[in-house]
């Protein structure tokens, strides 16, 4: 499945600093053992899923997801997502890099 980041969670991605990722889908087709496409560059597999609301998600799960605390987690998420409430259900995406294309062997 193809995924679009913000290119310094991109970064973050490429470095291993980010090895999760959460959506706000109410429902979650994946399964451990596929393929996440970050940006058209990096291949990830997905290793584990989790469902849960957005008041769930762990000071863990946002630093794993490229967030310094929870907090700063939130605000970028609701940022992004301004519809979302602490009830609103989300999904938790932990993965692993397969392979990964510099920016400087990007598409022209």
Sequence with gaps: ML???KPDLLDAIARGRKTLTIRPWK???????????FNWRIKAELTAIRRC??????????????????????AAFVGLYPAVVDASPVVVLTFVVVTNRSSHNARA
């Design 3 to 5: 995924l679009f980041v």
């Design 27 to 37: 429902t979650c087709r994946l399964q451990p053992g596929g393929t996440l496409t």
């Design 53 to 74: 609301t957005f008041a769930d998600i762990t000071a863990a799960e946002a630093k794993a997801a490229g967030y310094a605390s929870r907090p700063a987690f939130r």
